[in-house]
Structures are given as C-alpha cells and as structure tokens.
C-alpha cells in the first residue's frame, strides 16, 4: 500500500529519470556516481515528498534537489575529484541490405559520434555554472524554472545562459560551418 505522504509523487516523479541522469552524469562526469546521484536525489524526494506542494513544477522541484545534493557531495569529497570517460556508442547491426548505403551510414555514425564526443568535452570544459543551466535549458526546462532549480533571479538565468552559450560556442568554433 503507498505511503499517504508520498501520495502520487513516486509515480511521476520516475517520468524525469532520464533527464535527471543526463544533468547527473554531466555534473559528476561519469555513470556510475550520476546513477547514485540519481537514487539519492529519489531518496531526498521521497523523504521530502510532503514538503512539495501539488500543482507546482515537480520537474523543477527534482533537478532542485539534485543539483544540492550534488553540492552537498562536492563539498564532502573536494579532495577526491572525479574523473569521468565517455561513454562507448553500441555498434549498428547491418544486415545484407545496400552495402553502399552501409557504408555511408557507418561513416555517418562514425562523424556523429566524433561530433558528440568534441560537444561533450567541450561542456564538460565550462564551469560547473555553466554546463549545469545549459543542460537545463537543453532539458526543456524555462528560464524561471531554472532560476528556481538554481535558486537565482531569472535575468540571472538569461545572463549565465548566454555567457555559457557564447563559451561553448567558442570551444566548438571549429566545428562551425
């Protein structure tokens, strides 16, 4: 039987998994400690879930608790940085279609993951700041939810967006066309 105080929150709150794993990930710099950050920031949720008033941004109110519990860590291991990979790209499976097609289609793979590879070294560059509101807005989230995830003023928001944008834009320039 569900726990009263926790009421409908587990259920939607697991609809924002992923995005919390992507911001995660980007934060901590690898899998493995983004999936506990995740947990412990489902943990906090659920122990908090009375402190959450329905009918306000959830979404906003998760990506708030894992951006300070991530804080919360930083400051407790700040002399054990930790150092992140990146991810491998599974291999596509051809079958005996076009092998002309096949061709194309592996060196198109290859660019995209090239390019996927250079945009996440270049956010993983930018300071935490930086990476954390472009993930969020790449996440879908406003600005006011960011500012509230953030705990800052919205023209602060629009401020490090564009500051974060205009760095990032600077690290890739080589790959513009």
Same mark, same amino acid.
């Given at each position: 039987?569900?726990?009263?105080?926790?009421?409908?929150?587990?259920?939607?709150?697991?609809?924002?998994?992923?995005?919390?794993?992507?911001?995660?990930?980007?934060?901590?710099?690898?899998?493995?400690?983004?999936?506990?950050?995740?947990?412990?920031?489902?943990?906090?949720?659920?122990?908090?879930?009375?402190?959450?008033?329905?009918?306000?941004?959830?979404?906003?109110?998760?990506?708030?608790?894992?951006?300070?519990?991530?804080?919360?860590?930083?400051?407790?291991?700040?002399?054990?940085?930790?150092? !992140?990979?990146?991810?491998?790209?599974?291999?596509?499976?051809?079958?005996?279609?076009?092998?002309?097609?096949?061709?194309?289609?592996?060196?198109?793979?290859?660019?995209?993951?090239?390019?996927?590879?250079?945009?996440?070294?270049?956010?993983?560059?930018? @300071?935490?700041? @930086?990476?954390? *509101?472009?993930?969020?807005?790449?996440? !879908?989230?406003?600005?006011?939810?960011?500012?509230?995830?953030?705990?800052?003023? *919205?023209?602060?928001? =629009?401020?490090?967006?564009?500051? @974060?944008?205009? @760095?990032?834009?600077?690290?890739?320039?080589?790959? =513009?066309?």
């Amino acid at each position: 039987m569900p726990d009263p105080a926790v009421g409908d929150l587990g259920p939607e709150a697991l609809a924002y998994a992923d995005a919390l794993h992507n911001l995660a990930r980007y934060l901590t710099g690898n899998d493995t400690d983004a999936e506990d950050l995740v947990q412990e920031t489902y943990s906090r949720a659920l122990g908090s879930a009375g402190q959450f008033t329905p009918g306000t941004n959830l979404k906003a109110w998760l990506f708030r608790i894992l951006r300070n519990t991530f804080i919360s860590q930083y400051r407790r291991q700040r002399g054990n940085p930790t150092v !992140g990979g990146l991810d491998t790209v599974a291999p596509i499976g051809y079958g005996p279609a076009d092998v002309g097609r096949a061709k194309d289609e592996v060196e198109l793979d290859r660019l995209r993951k090239v390019m996927a590879e250079e945009i996440e070294r270049a956010l993983m560059m930018l @300071a935490e700041d @930086a990476r954390t *509101v472009i993930l969020l807005d790449l996440e !879908g989230l406003t600005e006011v939810e960011v500012a509230h995830v953030l705990g800052c003023a *919205v023209g602060t928001v =629009k401020s490090r967006l564009f500051r @974060a944008r205009a @760095a990032l834009r600077a690290l890739l320039k080589d790959w =513009k066309r």
